[in-house]
T-cell receptor, first 113, second 112 residues
Framework: NAGVTQTPKFRVLKTGQSMTLLCAQD?????MYWYRQDPGMGLRLIHY???????AKGEVPDGYNVSRLKKQNFLLGLESAAPSQTSVYFC????????????FGPGTRLTVT | AQSVAQPEDQVNVAEGNPLTVKCTYS??????LFWYVQYPNRGLQFLLK??????LVKGSYGFEAEFNKSQTSFHLKKPSALVSDSALYFC??????????FGKGTRLHILP
């Protein structure tokens, strides 16, 4: 039981480049989330999904897109990276009955130069 | 607007002493409150939760938290700190119908 895994762990991009972050969970959770963590700001929700084929915007969705083609996977895309997107990105998942008890992945550290 | 505040960026405690990490909330209706811990280079881990019932809730690793409705607080406590407790702690709040709100985090340093 791997829990929530994220790929890659680290990435450096140049401004304007694109990339996709992959999140996978093996706990059969319906809900999945993408957060970004910046110093002194806690975690901010980017996008989330309440089930396969559905996505919704969170607090800071601009510049990101997501897809949930399979229940176990949640992809976060950056179409044209900007330095303001330098951050640590966390994926999480939960059951619908306890969305507050989320299971987090180890994070992806992204630097945009 | 709903909010969760952690007034201290950093807390230093000597090993063996009791520790408190403070949290106050502003959540409409009945609040659901939680604490998460983040160890270096790791994701967040769930520590404990308050939904309803006893104001003192116990969680993992010997931590507990006290819900105080009149003071709108949910402070995290431990009777005797360990060096391994050093980490970043997040207070989280919601009222079930709304989005989850994370506090900014408090870095806890336990001094040997």
């Amino acid at each position: 039981n791997a829990g929530v895994t994220q790929t890659p762990k680290f990435r450096v991009l140049k401004t304007g480049q694109s990339m996709t972050l992959l999140c996978a969970q093996d706990m059969n959770h319906e809900y999945m989330y993408w957060y970004r963590q910046d110093p002194g700001m806690g975690l901010r929700l980017i996008h989330y999904s309440v089930g396969e084929g559905t996505t919704a915007k969170g607090e800071v969705p601009d510049g990101y897109n997501v897809s949930r083609l399979k229940k176990q996977n949640f992809l976060l895309g950056l179409e044209s990276a900007a330095p303001s997107q330098t951050s640590v990105y966390f994926c999480a998942s939960s059951y619908p009955s306890s969305t507050y008890e989320q299971y987090f992945g180890p994070g992806t550290r992204l630097t945009v130069t | 607007a709903q909010s969760v505040a952690q007034p201290e960026d950093q807390v230093n405690v000597a090993e063996g002493n009791p520790l408190t990490v403070k949290c106050t909330y502003s959540v409409s209706g009945n609040p659901y409150l939680f604490w998460y811990v983040q160890y270096p280079n790791r994701g967040l881990q769930f520590l404990l939760k308050y939904i309803t019932g006893d104001n003192l809730v116990k969680g993992s690793y010997g931590f507990e938290a006290e819900f105080n409705k009149s003071q709108t607080s949910f402070h995290l406590k431990k009777p005797s700190a360990l060096v391994s407790d050093s980490a970043l702690y997040f207070c989280v709040g919601t009222n079930r119908d709304d989005k989850i709100i994370f506090g900014k985090g408090t870095r806890l340093h336990i001094l040997p």
